[in-house]
């Protein structure tokens, strides 16, 4: 009997996906599940005719596949891929690779593949990003961890991938042990940001212009249509469209009380242990986190008197500087997520390839967008871009889109609406470009309070002094650290 390509354990709604697109693509998948039956019932049905091996114990798929072995995982994340992992050890040999598609937190990924590598096998950790269609049709895959397994898997993930316009695919390698859950990490951060922006300007349209839901979504299909044509966009034009059964909007009707898995905080705590100043992902978190606090929001807003809303200006110029806010934003967005990856690939001893990086996300993930094509550009004109934001392009748009975008902030903070994502961009974009900030004043304080030294702007960079700011302090300063 023909031995499979590869073996897959988790016929959950991504494994089953992706192994149907594996098999639409001339490999030969076997397949397993904890949950046995889950085997039977999918070979039976949406695998009826088609090349998988069904499995009923580990020790059945790992026999079932030709060598070297790959053996992917694709179950919830944790735990459940550790003990995985130790069933598995004993029935592979050396070079045979374990690959982990789930959404694994990086440092967990960095730890199993030293522990599986000690064992003589080859690890690999994959972002998977695309959803359930994208699992089926083509997702974006960010695979990293042992290099010298890249050779053997090659083929099947860049063949299954999303492809761009030229037919490159969305998958290539991206770096050591936990690269491609880092990836996978701040693309998740990226796209809670994404989400949050699109959702204050859906806001500000229905609050401040009293815009109809036809008109909102018309708006939005609009702008799909220009710089900022991406899948989330599309989706927002297509769920104000979307009607109940009583011909009501149905989003009006979904809670407002949002839910996350985790990896938005992931991003925004390597942010902080970085640190990087990631503000727009931070704030996406955390209004996240009020929203869930509904019945406290619900409390409060029987306490305190709101704005009344007033809007007098032009509605079509008003639509138009929201574009251009969400645009200015969106650069802040991904400019910061560029800075995290750029320190943490210093601290991790990466090698990361920031254009190859916007190509695996310009396609097949939830962030897609034409703009990652710019992002592309940019790091090829300059592989060593130190930050987007310095990039000429960049540069052009977010000073055309500072007028409306300010207009925005400003008819947001006047009219009581919280925009954290909108005005916090907004501020990193004004502090960026500031060259005297007033942490000369912090410094002051810090010296004053802790003897903690500051350096002068008329002195050396490294050079440290402190005073006896009030002449009843000594001279001794405290050690000087920065974190
Ligand atoms: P889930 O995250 O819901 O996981 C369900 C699968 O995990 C089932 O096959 C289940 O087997 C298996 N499993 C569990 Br739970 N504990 C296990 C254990 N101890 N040993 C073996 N198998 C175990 O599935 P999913 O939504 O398809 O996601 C799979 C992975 O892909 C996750 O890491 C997820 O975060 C990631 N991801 C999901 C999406 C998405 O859109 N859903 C997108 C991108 C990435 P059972 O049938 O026996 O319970």
């Known amino acids: 009997m023909k031995k499979a390509d590869i073996g897959l354990i988790g016929l959950a709604v991504m494994g089953e996906n992706l192994v149907l697109n594996m098999e639409s693509k001339g490999y030969t998948v076997a397949v397993y599940n904890r949950t046995v039956s889950k085997v039977d019932s999918?070979?039976?049905?949406?695998?009826?005719?088609?090349?998988?091996?069904?499995?009923?114990?580990?020790?059945?798929?790992?026999?079932?596949?030709?060598?070297?072995?790959?053996?992917?995982?694709?179950?919830?994340?944790?735990?459940?891929?550790?003990?995985?992992?130790?069933?598995?050890?004993?029935?592979?040999?050396?070079?045979?690779?374990?690959i982990d598609g789930g959404n694994s937190h990086y440092p967990d990924t960095i730890r199993r593949t030293k522990y599986v590598t000690s064992h003589g096998l080859l690890y690999v950790g994959s972002g998977v990003s695309g959803g359930e269609e994208g699992a089926l049709l083509g997702p974006s895959l960010m695979p990293g961890g042992s290099k010298e397994a890249w050779p053997y898997i090659k083929d099947i993930f860049q063949s299954i991938a999303a492809k761009v316009d030229d037919g490159t695919p969305c998958c290539d390698w991206v770096g050591d042990d936990g690269a491609g859950h880092f990836v996978k990490m701040v693309h998740n951060g990226i796209e809670y940001g994404d989400m949050q922006i699109i959702s204050e300007a859906y806001d500000m349209m229905k609050r401040v212009l009293h815009l109809s839901h036809d008109e909102m979504s018309e708006t939005f299909a609009h702008w799909n249509k220009g710089d900022l044509d991406?899948?989330?966009?599309?989706?927002?034009?297509?769920?104000?469209?979307?009607?109940?059964?009583?011909?009501?909007?149905?989003?009006?009707?979904?809670?407002?009380?949002?839910?996350?898995?985790?990896?938005g905080k992931w991003t925004a705590v390597s942010a902080l242990d970085a640190g990087i100043p990631l503000t727009l992902i931070?704030?996406?978190?955390?209004?996240?986190?009020?929203?869930?606090?509904?019945?406290?929001?619900?409390?409060?807003?029987?306490?305190?008197?709101?704005?009344?809303?007033?809007?007098?200006?032009?509605?079509?110029?008003?639509?138009?500087?929201?574009?251009?806010?969400?645009?200015?934003s969106k650069i802040i967005s991904y400019a910061q997520g560029y800075d995290l990856m750029r320190e943490s690939a210093k601290e991790n001893n990466w090698d990361l390839n920031y254009g190859?990086?916007?190509?695996?996300?310009?396609?097949?993930?939830?962030?897609?967008?034409?703009?990652?094509?710019?992002?592309?550009?940019?790091?090829?004109?300059?592989?060593?871009?130190?930050?987007?934001?310095?990039?000429?392009?960049?540069?052009?748009?977010l000073e055309a889109a500072a007028k409306g975008w300010r207009n925005v902030v400003a008819t947001a903070v006047a009219n009581g609406i919280a925009v954290p994502a909108l005005s916090s961009a907004l501020s990193y974009f004004d502090g960026f470009r500031t060259a005297d900030s007033p942490a000369n004043m912090l410094q002051a304080q810090r010296d004053y309070f802790g003897a903690h030294t500051y350096e002068r702007k008329d002195g050396k960079r490294g050079e440290?002094?402190?005073?006896?700011?009030?002449?009843?302090?000594?001279?001794?300063?405290?050690?000087?650290?920065?974190?």
């Open 230 to 263: 991406s899948y989330l966009i599309e989706i927002t034009a297509e769920i104000l469209a979307f009607r109940d059964e009583n011909n009501d909007p149905l989003v009006e009707k979904i809670l407002d009380a949002a839910g996350q898995k985790g990896t």
């Open 42 to 98: 999918f070979v039976k049905g949406r695998g009826e005719g088609k090349n998988f091996i069904g499995t009923h114990s580990l020790e059945e798929l790992v026999s079932s596949l030709e060598r070297p072995r790959k053996v992917m995982m694709l179950v919830k994340a944790g735990q459940a891929v550790d003990a995985l992992i130790d069933q598995l050890i004993p029935l592979l040999e050396p070079g045979d690779i374990i």
């Open 356 to 397: 190859d990086i916007a190509l695996m996300w310009r396609g097949g993930c939830i962030i897609r967008s034409t703009f990652l094509g710019k992002i592309k550009e940019a790091y090829d004109k300059n592989p060593t871009l130190e930050h987007l934001m310095l990039d000429d392009f960049f540069r052009d748009k």
């Open 282 to 328: 931070g704030e996406s978190v955390f209004a996240r986190c009020l929203s869930a606090q509904k019945d406290l929001r619900v409390s409060a807003s029987k306490i305190y008197d709101a704005p009344k809303v007033d809007f007098k200006g032009d509605k079509q110029q008003f639509v138009d500087d929201l574009e251009a806010a969400l645009l200015g």
């Open 464 to 483: 440290f002094h402190h005073t006896n700011w009030t002449g009843r302090g000594g001279d001794t300063a405290s050690t000087t650290y920065n974190v």
